[in-house]
Every structure is written in structure tokens, then in C-alpha cells.
């Protein structure tokens, strides 16, 4: 009995003193100086953050699931507009959670003020970091530039493909994906091929024929070729607003009577491809009934004395 008595009291000495052990781990201070920096408060806050980070995660699919079922019902609501609000709504909810965290760090309003003007003074680097956010919740709030719509900047042509907070993805015609700072949108100019209100977009090709040919059967050859192809919009009753495709003579050049060819098509994202089919076509056609397209010309006049020109004769005399 002794024997047993002394074991459980050697059992419950060693318990005690793991407990002891671990609690002097968890009231442990990590950094000198901060005596409320425990382990057992970093344990803590570091479960609440991760709590805190998946609920957010957790809220954030779930308002996109109802907003996306809502918003499919609105039919003057389009794909890029609903993208824009699931991103602000995504941003929000971030934003609340980033302050229940600090305030759970006790990291008061006048520190994190403290720290944004210390951000705002670092330099230009950040200002334009800021420029591309504020730009971001711009492009999102206007609509003016949405995903899914045709861009053109700097004479590259692309579909944007995604509107982040501070970049935006655009794919350009051969499949290149290209990075832009959304500032670019707001500061530089950007033609948005997608954003007019008719069904098509007006475009025109320019071509040159030789002087004396007839000019009133280059303009119905230059209208057939448009009628030919399948992508230039030729019935206007459809669509009031456009123009069915018409030539005009442009100008008298060195070397060529200038034409152009008016017409609208709605394939504006192959619109190269396009214009390409009515070169071939202009080409055929103009073929068939002899029409010359121009390409330049020069002729030299030589001025040769009679001493030369008989210096000339002796020389081919004697070969």
C-alpha cells in the first residue's frame, strides 16, 4: 500500500509539473520588453485570424452564389457589370475583415493613420500603387470598361479579360495576355470598341487604280465586293442605324485615282481578317474587267551632249 501511494503521489508530482512547464510556456514572452505579448495570445489571436479569414472566405461565396442567382434575373444587367459587383462586394467584405483583425490586434485608428502616412510619403512607387487602386474602384463603379469588352490602346487591340483591384488582364488577338495598371484606363486614351450603342462598327479600306481607268465601274466593283462577303452588313431595314456600304473618291494621287470603301460589320474582333476577303474579292473583280490597280511609277529623262553620245558610238563601234 505504501508503495502504491508513493507511485500516485510521483504521478500526480510529474503532472503537475507538465502543467507547470506548459503554463510557464504559454505565459512565455517571445519578444523582450512586450510582457502582454504571451505564446498563449499569439496562439489565440493567430485562431481568431484564421476564424476571421475563413468566415470571410465563407461569406464571400456564399453572397456570390445569391448574387449571381439575383443579378441573372436583371437582363439589363450584363456579365461585366455583374462582375463589377461581385468585386466590390468581394472587396468590402475583405475590407471588414482586415479591420475586425487589426482591432483585434489592438492596433488603433491612430497607428494604422500613422502608417498610411508613412506609406503615402515613401515615395513615388507607392503613390502609383494607390493611382492603380483608386483607378480600379473607378473602372468598376463607372462601367465604362467592362470584361468581355474589345480595347484598343496604343494601337493593341485586345478583349479585357478579368478588372482586378489594381490590374486588369488583356488578351490580345494572338492569344497574348497582357497586364494592365488599371491608371492606364482613366489617364491614357482608350477606344472602346465594344461600348457603342449600334450593332456594328463603320469601317473603310483605300484603293488605288490607274489614271484613265473608268471610275464609275471601279465604285460598283468596289460595292459588289462588299455585298459579297458575308460579314458586312448589307440590310439596313435590321438595322436603321447603319449605312449600307458606299465608296467615295478620295483624292487625284501621284500615281493613282484613290478610292475608299465604306461599310459596317459587327465582326470587329476579326476585323483584319475582314478587310483581307475584300482585298481578294476587290482583286478578282477588278481582274475580270481589266481594272489596273496602281502601283508607282517614275520615269527618267536623260541629258546626254553629242560629244558623249559619239564617245558612246566609238565604244559600242569597236566591241
Not at 503554463?23 to 495570445?41: A, C, E, M
Not at 442567382?69 to 439589363?76: I, Q, T
Not at 492606364?184 to 489614271?211: C, E, L, M, P
Amino acid at each position: 500500500m505504501h508503495i502504491r501511494h508513493i507511485t500516485i503521489i510521483q504521478n500526480d508530482t510529474a503532472s503537475m509539473s507538465i502543467l507547470a512547464n506548459f503554463q510557464d510556456f504559454l505565459n512565455y514572452t517571445p519578444i523582450p520588453g512586450y510582457k502582454d505579448l504571451t505564446v498563449s495570445r499569439i496562439l489565440v489571436d493567430l485562431f481568431v485570424l484564421i476564424i476571421i479569414y475563413a468566415s470571410a472566405r465563407l461569406l464571400i461565396s456564399i453572397t456570390k452564389r445569391l448574387l449571381e442567382r439575383r443579378l441573372a434575373k436583371v437582363k439589363s444587367i450584363d456579365s461585366g457589370k455583374r462582375f463589377a459587383i461581385l468585386q466590390i462586394t468581394k472587396y468590402v467584405i475583405y475590407t471588414i475583415a482586415i479591420s475586425i483583425m487589426l482591432n483585434r490586434l489592438h492596433i488603433g485608428s491612430a497607428i494604422f493613420a500613422g502608417s498610411t502616412a508613412l506609406f503615402v510619403g515613401i515615395g513615388f512607387g507607392l503613390q502609383q500603387i494607390a493611382n492603380d487602386l483608386i483607378s480600379g474602384l473607378i473602372i468598376l463603379f463607372e462601367g465604362r470598361v467592362k470584361v468581355g469588352d474589345m480595347v484598343e490602346m496604343h494601337s493593341t487591340v485586345g478583349r479585357i479579360n478579368s478588372i482586378g483591384i489594381r490590374t486588369s488582364t488583356v488578351e490580345t488577338r494572338d492569344s497574348i495576355e497582357i497586364i494592365v495598371p488599371n491608371s492606364k484606363f482613366i489617364s491614357d486614351n482608350v477606344i472602346n470598341w465594344s461600348s457603342n450603342h449600334s450593332a456594328a462598327t463603320r469601317f473603310q479600306i483605300t484603293v488605288g487604280v490607274a489614271y484613265g481607268s473608268n471610275v464609275e465601274l471601279v465604285k460598283e466593283k468596289l460595292i459588289q465586293s462588299a455585298y459579297a462577303h458575308q460579314d458586312i452588313v448589307i440590310d439596313t431595314e435590321l438595322h436603321p442605324k447603319l449605312e449600307k456600304p458606299y465608296v467615295l473618291f478620295k483624292d487625284f494621287g501621284d500615281n493613282s485615282l484613290n478610292f475608299e470603301l465604306h461599310f459596317w460589320t459587327a465582326n470587329t474582333w476579326d476585323i483584319e481578317i475582314v478587310k483581307s476577303d475584300l482585298r481578294f474579292i476587290i482583286d478578282q473583280l477588278f481582274r475580270e474587267v481589266s481594272i489596273t490597280i496602281a502601283f508607282p511609277q517614275r520615269d527618267v529623262h536623260l541629258t546626254v551632249d553629242n560629244e558623249n553620245v559619239n564617245k558612246l558610238k566609238q565604244v559600242f563601234a569597236n566591241k
